[in-house]
């Protein structure tokens, strides 16, 4: 079956960039949405962003200016890159396959698989 | 952008039914999806589209939609069901954002 595998550095100095790299093993890259979620301490989950195959993508407006997210579908791979991080960006971060569906006239979207998380710490 | 609202706790005796409600204007156009989180661990899907369980979630778990409102019924909770649950939509708008609810505690009593 699918499986997710989150990757980069666990610590990141203040003012840096954060990189993380998704890689989608036991399945193609091709026809889903490919996205992020990060969890701080203690706290909810919120969403970064996505990307499709296409190249497509969508970003958390919150984080917009500070995040890019690409795909590499010869490796079945995509990536996170946050820049210009604080102590704030410490979580731990999901890459997760997200599914589009549609019932009647209703859409639905549904992270069917999900990386096992990664840590990231900002701190100098 | 569109917002999910949960409660952040309900509790459920052993083996009664518990009903976790996720308020917001996206609902009216896309139907909720359901996540189970345990601590430490990746969350997990429960339901998705109008009432569908993934393999291997039990029945007990189902899904729900009226309005501005999705629920998530756990009917006869096991004390495995103590975990946090996240409910998440796209915006309705026309930017398609992606959006977790706050989160609800189910503590299993």
């Known amino acids: 079956q699918v499986q997710l595998q989150e990757s980069g550095p666990g610590l990141v100095k203040p003012s840096e960039t954060l990189s993380l790299t998704c890689t989608v093993s036991?399945?193609?890259?091709?026809?889903?949405?490919w996205s992020w979620i990060r969890q701080p301490p203690g706290k909810g989950l919120e969403w970064i962003g996505y990307?499709?195959?296409?190249?497509?993508?969508n970003y958390n407006p919150s984080l917009k200016s500070r995040v890019t997210i690409s795909i590499d579908t010869s490796k079945n791979q995509f990536s996170l890159k946050l820049s210009s991080v604080t102590a704030a960006d410490t979580a731990v971060y999901y890459c997760?396959?997200?599914?589009?569906?549609?019932?009647?006239?209703?859409?639905?979207?549904?992270?069917?698989?999900w990386g096992k998380g990664t840590t990231v710490t900002v701190s100098s | 952008s569109s917002e999910l609202t949960q409660d952040p706790a309900v509790s459920v005796a052993l083996g009664q039914t518990v009903r976790i409600t996720c308020q917001g204007d996206?609902?009216?156009?896309?139907?909720a999806t359901w996540y189970q989180q345990k601590p430490g661990q990746a969350p997990i899907l429960v339901i998705y589209?109008?009432?569908n369980r993934p393999s291997g979630i039990p029945d007990r778990f189902s899904g729900s939609s009226s309005g501005n409102t999705a629920s998530l019924t756990i009917t006869g909770a096991q004390a495995e069901d103590e975990a946090d649950y996240y409910c998440?939509?796209?915006?309705?708008?026309?930017?398609?954002?992606?959006?977790f609810g706050t989160g609800t505690k189910v503590t299993v009593l």
């Open positions: 589209g109008k009432n």
């Open positions: 996206s609902l009216r156009s896309y139907y």
């Open positions: 036991g399945g193609s890259i091709r026809s889903y949405y």
């Open positions: 998440y939509s796209r915006d309705s708008s026309d930017n398609h954002l992606g959006v």
């Open positions: 990307i499709y195959d296409s190249g497509i993508t």
């Open positions: 997760a396959r997200e599914v589009e569906d549609k019932l009647g006239y209703y859409y639905y979207y549904y992270m069917d698989v």
